[in-house]
């Protein structure tokens, strides 16, 4: 168990090492501050807030959108009705199916939806199609963290008098810690997939100004970069991908640390 920690720690710290040794010389203020300029994917001026932005607008929307189906649902399968019954079974089994479904596939399906709806690729289709990927991840790891409450709490609560809303309240309140887990598991996923927005998102050089335009992303930032003939453009295409990092570093350490603040005061 612990070589299997070290080896998985030392193959962390190596792909983190190679990151931050390519891409910091090509980091600067201004990529992170500024859109492409003209001559950006020849080694020029410019930065990526595009796709910073781009990545930042998908993911959140993205995970409201999941949050809505994915709360409701397993607070009703866990402790509106029982746990184990078929209705239950189904809904968890349905879910396990479409986590080993690969992201590609998403991202056909939802360009094929968006065609039948006569939509183009825009900021609205990567968030429908990414809110698809992540919703059973988000689905089954919060299920999983409610499976383990003790089946008696419901009942207990309802015998006192509490009403379902009540009940739900208290619930929640003592799985949240297990529920921003969920979340942290879904963003990493969502906002480092490239396959679903390929053809869902599309790619722009300027930000986003409404769902029905098309948005640039980090993952894409860095496939286009390094396709690059261009020396200076690979370089910041590493560059791309250590802002990548940084940010699921810093949702992973909030999410972390709201948690811990969350736990401190449940019942």
């Known amino acids: ?49 595009n796709a910073i932005a781009g990545s930042l607008y998908l993911i959140l929307c993205s995970l409201a959108l999941s949050i809505i189906i994915s709360v409701p649902l397993v607070m009703y399968i866990n402790f509106h009705i029982s746990g184990k019954s078929g209705i239950a079974w189904i809904v968890r089994f349905s879910f396990d199916i479409l986590l080993g479904i690969p992201s590609i596939v998403y991202g056909a399906f939802g360009f094929a939806l968006m065609i039948f709806l006569g ?25 999983e963290v409610a499976r383990i409450l003790p089946r008696e709490l419901p009942d207990t609560l309802l015998s006192l008098g509490s009403t379902r809303y009540e009940m739900s309240k208290v619930i929640m309140k003592q799985i949240f810690p297990g529920f921003i887990t969920a979340v942290l598991l879904s963003a990493g996923r969502g906002i480092g997939d490239a396959a679903t927005v390929l053809f ?14 098309p948005a640039a992303t980090l993952p894409l930032a ?42 401190k005061n449940r019942l």
């Open 1 to 49: 168990m612990e070589a299997a920690s070290a080896l998985i720690f030392g193959l962390l710290l190596f792909i983190l090492a190679i990151i931050v040794w390519k891409g910091m010389p090509a980091l600067s203020w201004d990529m992170i501050t500024e859109i492409p300029g003209s001559g950006f994917y020849l080694g020029r001026e410019g930065g990526i807030l």
């Open 119 to 143: 939509m183009r690729a825009s900021l609205g289709g990567g968030i429908i199609t990414v809110a698809m990927l992540i919703t059973p991840i988000m689905m089954r790891s919060f299920d």
């Open 200 to 213: 869902t998102a599309g790619y722009t050089d300027n930000l986003p100004g409404s769902l029905s335009q």
């Open 222 to 263: 860095v496939f286009f970069q390094l396709g690059s003939p261009v020396q200076e453009v690979q370089d910041r295409a590493y560059a791309s991908a250590l802002i990548l990092t940084v940010l699921i570093l810093l949702l992973s350490l909030a999410a972390r640390y709201f948690s811990s603040r969350i736990s």
